[in-house]
């Protein structure tokens, strides 16, 4: 068995994780009228893990238990967030395990995500994660009677601010997370799958398109010159282009605007599907290539053969008067590799690094 939070373990434990443990520990304080220090809880990757329990509460018909989540080395926003589960029996309804956001814990606004629209933001795997640790200790008590779950997390509102939840239409706090109850350390899963959860809630309200940006600046650059869509059409999909496309084209979509700067468009433009730095490098011989096609002289093209990034190559044309018609030619492989792989109307919006925009080029007709 693995020691969960408080392990000092470099892998940290999903908010439905920490979730479940809780709750498990809240059932054996309304069983036994004690809740347990520490408890083993079965996580949805099927491993065994040791949870400390923080904070803990037994009344008649009514026990509370807190986990600290870790999540180890991952720059997760919700690290030390008390996940606080209340449970409370329900003698009217056996066998049913109900869940209520507690404070903290987001409200569900809009379709999309796979929860029913007014709800408790618990994603399925956590409500089956707790609702199976729930009956391995409590089988026969749940036969007799059902079992209302409330999961709080104090502070969770302005943590909150912090995520993607927002924009998914999520309000009031966090989500309650994690399809493999584990947070690896520096995951970019949990981003992933906001991203991949964006795109369906734009389709879901019924657009045609999705604009995707690669980070904050691109978007507030994005929502500026777009500024008559809606706000679920802008989705800040960060290095996910091939994730989010892929989604986009599952959903039925027909257009998608990308507004990038120009690395990571050098990025799309080279067919890289992941474009983290650590995933993937600049093809600084696409960049001589294009700044020799806009006739630059051989000595810029070898500058910028040998230099480390895109940007490099954007400022040095600028110095000679060629960087709109860099970022044409750029603008326009991107424009011609996104085509190879993909039926959508591609759009693309390239700003500097202030947001200011430098072109909007939608295929050969802007030529």
Known sequence: MKKGTGGGLRTGYSTGACSAAAARAAMLGLLTGQV??????????????YFTISQSLVEENHAQAVVIKKAGDDPDVTDQAAITVDLRWLPEQPGKVSFVAGPGVG?????????????????????????????????????????????SVPGGEKLAKRTLNPRLGVLGGISILGTSGLVKPYSTAAFKACVVQGVEVAASQGLRLVVLTTGGRTEKFMQRELAHLPPPAFVQMGDFIGAALEIAARQGLKE???GAMVGKLTKIAQGVKQTH??????????L???????????????????????????????????????????????????????????????????????????GPQDD
């Open 107 to 151: 409200q569900v606004t809009l379709p999309g995500l796979g929860l029913e629209v007014g709800g408790p933001a618990i994603n399925p795997v956590p409500r089956k994660n707790i609702a199976e640790n729930l009956r391995q200790v409590a089988a026969e008590a749940l036969q007799a009677q059902g079992v209302e779950v409330t999961i």
């Open 256 to 258: 998608v605007v990308i």
């Open 36 to 49: 347990p220090s520490e408890v083993v809880c079965q996580i949805p990757n099927g491993d065994q893990v």
């Open 277 to 286: 730095a650590r995933k993937s490098k600049v093809d600084q011989t696409l």
């Open 288 to 362: 001589a290539q294009l700044a020799e096609q806009v006739g630059a002289e051989p000595a810029i093209c070898q500058e910028i053969l040998a230099a480390q990034t895109a940007r490099f190559a954007a400022e040095r044309l600028a110095e000679v008067g060629l960087d709109q018609a860099f970022y044409r030619a750029l603008a326009r492989h991107a424009w011609k590799r996104l085509s190879q792989t993909h039926s959508f109307q591609f759009r693309i919006l390239v700003c500097d690094f202030a947001g200011n925009k430098l072109l909007d080029y939608a």
